[in-house]
C-alpha cells in the first residue's frame, strides 16, 4: 500500500465521451481501493470505493474495476459532463500510511 | 460537511515565524491524518495518529511536528517556515487506522508564508 502509480496524469475528453483512470498498487495485501474527486480549492471527497472480495462496482456513472492478480484498479466515468472536471486521486492504503497516486486531473470539453 | 473541522482557514505569516494547525476529527473517528498540497501537486502524506500515538511518518520535515491529544484533536506545528511551506494542509480522520478505512478530509488550512 505504500506505492500506488496513477496513470495518466492529464486526461481531457469531450463532453458525453468516457474517461478511464487507472492505479497500480505494490502491497499484495490492500484490500481496499478508493478513489477520490478534489475541485479546485475544496478537500477531496470521496466519490467512489472497492474492496477485494469484488471485482467491480458501479454508482450511475462512476464505476471502479479491480484485478487483484495485476494489481490494478480503474476509475470509469461514462457520459462525462462539464461538472466532472477536477483532480481524481486512487488510493492503496496500507497497514497505517494512507498514500495517495499522483492525481490525474480530468478535463472535459463542452 | 465532512464532520472534520481545521482551523485556521486561511493564514498569512512571515518567514522565520511558527503557526500551529488545528484539527478535530469526527465524531467516532480515532486516527487523524496530515497531508500538505503545493499549487498544482498531490497529497504529501505527513503524519498519521491513533488514539494519541504516533504510528506512521512521510515525508515530514523536520521543522514540522505533530500531536494527538486525549481528546483526539490535532495540532500541526510548522517552525522556521520558509516561502516553500506555502500550501494547503489538509487533516483526514477515520475510524479505524490504515487498510480498509474510509478518510475524510477537513476543509484544509491555507498557509501563505511571506
Known amino acids: 500500500g505504500e506505492n500506488v502509480e496513477q496513470h495518466p496524469s492529464t486526461l481531457s475528453v469531450q463532453e458525453g465521451d468516457s474517461a478511464v483512470i487507472k492505479c497500480t498498487y505494490s502491497?499484495?495485501?490492500?484490500?481496499?481501493f478508493p478513489w477520490y474527486k478534489q475541485e479546485l480549492g475544496k478537500r477531496p471527497q470521496l466519490i467512489i470505493d472497492i474492496r477485494s472480495n469484488v471485482g467491480e462496482k458501479k454508482d450511475q456513472r462512476i464505476a471502479v474495476t479491480l484485478n487483484k492478480t495485476a494489481k490494478h484498479f480503474s476509475l470509469h466515468i461514462t457520459e462525462t459532463q462539464p461538472e466532472d472536471s477536477a483532480v481524481y486521486f486512487c488510493a492503496a492504503p496500507g497497514t497505517y500510511k494512507y498514500i495517495f497516486g499522483t492525481g490525474t486531473r480530468l478535463k472535459v470539453l463542452a | 460537511d465532512s464532520g472534520v473541522t481545521q482551523t485556521p482557514k486561511h493564514l498569512i505569516t512571515a518567514t522565520g515565524q511558527r503557526v500551529t494547525l488545528r484539527c478535530s476529527p469526527r465524531s467516532g473517528d480515532l486516527s487523524v491524518y496530515w497531508y500538505q498540497q503545493s499549487l498544482d501537486q498531490g497529497l504529501q502524506f505527513l503524519i498519521q495518529?491513533?488514539?494519541?500515538?504516533?504510528?506512521a511518518k512521510g515525508n515530514i520535515l523536520e521543522r514540522f511536528s505533530a500531536q494527538q491529544f486525549p481528546d483526539l484533536h490535532s495540532e500541526l506545528n510548522l517552525s522556521s517556515l520558509e516561502l516553500g511551506d506555502s500550501a494547503l494542509y489538509f487533516c483526514?480522520?477515520?475510524?479505524?487506522?490504515?487498510?480498509?478505512?474510509?478518510?475524510?478530509f477537513g476543509e484544509g488550512s491555507w498557509l501563505t508564508v511571506v
Open positions: 502491497d499484495s495485501a490492500s484490500n481496499y
Open positions: 483526514a480522520s477515520s475510524q479505524g487506522q490504515g487498510r480498509g478505512n474510509t478518510i475524510y
Open positions: 495518529y491513533y488514539n494519541g500515538e504516533e504510528r
